[in-house]
């Protein structure tokens, strides 16, 4: 099957006397200066003004505290998909009935690309992204984050989690509604049968 190419006509590239002046391209970056100049400056006078971030920003990652305990199962996928390498973790055993926690949990904010495919592919949403942005290292040691360093009580993250929540069901509560109790695989949802809630969304 042949292509057919649309080539520009041999006019396109010539310039009129009035173009060659050059006018028309000053006056409208004139009249969008002056148009800019008495509106609203957007600057903010970082650090004395603190900025105000949404929940869809990709702030420093961190581990989710529930109930007293990290929620996280050393799985050890988002050790696996973290791009840079970021993440190291040792998995350890517990009477707990999630069966397994992190022994160990480091991130390197050094490597760390705050990519936040490593809170994509969590299962228990027990690693997110916080809105945390301004941290300082004075050395490469203080730049690995060990697991006490990581813990994050889940209320402070309730704004992130409900954005993931909405992210990654759009339909949730408008299409469909399902009983939490016909997919019980993960601890999160074992806990939110525990509690009494059955319908999600």
Known sequence: MAVRIRTAS???????WWDKLYF????????????????????????EEPIELGPEFRGRPVLVVENGKERC????????????????MQAAETDDPKERYPAIFEINMLRCIYC?????????????????????????EEAIYTKDRLLVDKKDLEARLGWLRQMRNPQIGKRFRFRISNNIHSVKARHLVAEGEEIAG
């Open 116 to 140: 936040g495919l490593c809170e994509e592919v969590c299962p228990e949403e027990a690693i997110v992204m916080s809105p945390e942005y301004d941290f300082v290292f004075r050395s490469r």
């Open 10 to 16: 041999p006019q396109e590239r010539k310039l009129s």
């Open 73 to 88: 199962v050393a799985c050890g996928l988002c050790a696996r998909v973290c791009p840079p390498f970021a993440i190291h």
């Open 24 to 47: 028309p391209a000053i006056l409208s970056g004139l009249a969008y200066t002056f148009g800019r100049l008495f509106k609203k400056p957007v600057t903010v006078q970082y650090p």
